[in-house]
Every structure is written in C-alpha cells, then in structure tokens.
C-alpha cells in the first residue's frame, strides 16, 4: 500500500511554496535600527557578583560585603536542636505540605 500523500505531479509541492510566499509576503521588513540598538538606547550591564562557590574555587575574590556576612554569620548564636526541629516542621518543605516535614 502506497501511503504517499502527495500527487506524481507535483502539486502539493506547489501549493506548499506558494503558502510560504504568501506568509512571506505578509511578514514586515524590520529595520536594522529596530533590530539592534545603539548602547545609547540601552544600559551596559554589569558583571554578575561573585557567589561564595566562586571564591572558594578562586574564581573571584570575596567582596567586603561578603566579608561581613559571613562574619555576621559566625558570630550568630548557635541554634538548639529543639529550634531546629521546630523550624523543620513549620516548614512543608518542596511539596509544601506540613503533615510531611522535612
């Protein structure tokens, strides 16, 4: 069995270029100003912040900020294991449902 949708002579093919002439026709010219601005029509951006991963691997250097973070951080009290446990199960966790904490 032939399962060939297409006629021996051609005119499938036909009607498919001349749909794609006919939305071509349709689609309009975009401006190169349009297409790509100058940078005085937009902000540079900035590079992105070093994470803490970056400055562990030495990919970056720690940022004052940084520094004072995790300073903050060590300083902080240490957490009971009754805090933990109460924070644990206030949280519903990925599936935000409580009866099963994480």
């Excluded at 002579?9 to 939305?23: F, M």
């Excluded at 010219?29 to 994470?51: G, K, Y």
Aim: glycine share 4%; charged share 25%; hydrophobic share 35%.
């Amino acid at each position: 069995m032939n399962t060939d949708t297409s006629s021996p002579d051609g005119s499938l093919g036909r009607l498919l270029d001349e749909q794609l002439e006919l939305a071509a026709s349709r689609i309009p010219a975009l401006e190169p100003q349009a297409v790509h601005p100058s940078p005085a029509d937009h902000d540079e951006r900035t590079a992105a912040h070093a994470s803490f991963e970056d400055v562990v691997l030495g990919k970056a250097s720690a940022t004052p900020e940084m520094l004072e973070e995790l300073a903050a951080l060590q300083d902080a009290p240490a957490l009971s294991d009754e805090e933990l446990d109460r924070q644990a199960l206030a949280d519903g966790g990925a599936d935000n449902d409580p009866s099963t904490p994480e």
